[in-house]
């Protein structure tokens, strides 16, 4: 089956990405945990964001579009990436998750794919 998981980070470790002092150790977790799963064989796709200033924001309220560029307020976590694996079962998805270095800084949601049937 196929879950999305979906990492938190604070801004902090969004900092970290661009300090020649700490993108070394920052990127290196990431590229070990990326690394794991591509042995596995169980990344079906998956992405890093850029941070939260780059964002827009889109509503459409009373029969007009809102847009809103970044940066927003501070939230304790933003989104800083995304995978979809293609694992057996929801533990082992967990166990990815909690694999992963966003979990030890901010946290990591776990959600199953909608199975292509269920569209429409």
Do not use: C, H
Not at 59 to 73: K, M
């Amino acid at each position: 089956m196929q879950y999305m998981i979906i990492f938190r980070e604070p801004m902090a470790e969004f900092d970290k990405r661009e300090d020649p002092a700490q993108q070394g150790e920052y990127w290196g977790a990431w590229g070990a945990y990326i690394g794991a799963m591509r042995e596995a064989g169980i990344i079906v796709k998956g992405d890093g964001l850029l941070p939260p200033a780059t964002a827009t924001i889109v509503r459409n309220r009373d029969g007009a579009r809102l847009i809103e560029d970044g940066p927003f307020p501070d939230v304790k976590e933003q989104l800083g990436g995304y995978f979809v694996i293609e694992v057996p079962d929801l533990d082992a998805a967990i166990d990815w998750a909690g694999r992963s270095p966003a979990a030890l800084v901010g946290s990591v949601e776990v959600r199953p794919v909608m199975p292509a049937d269920m569209l429409l």
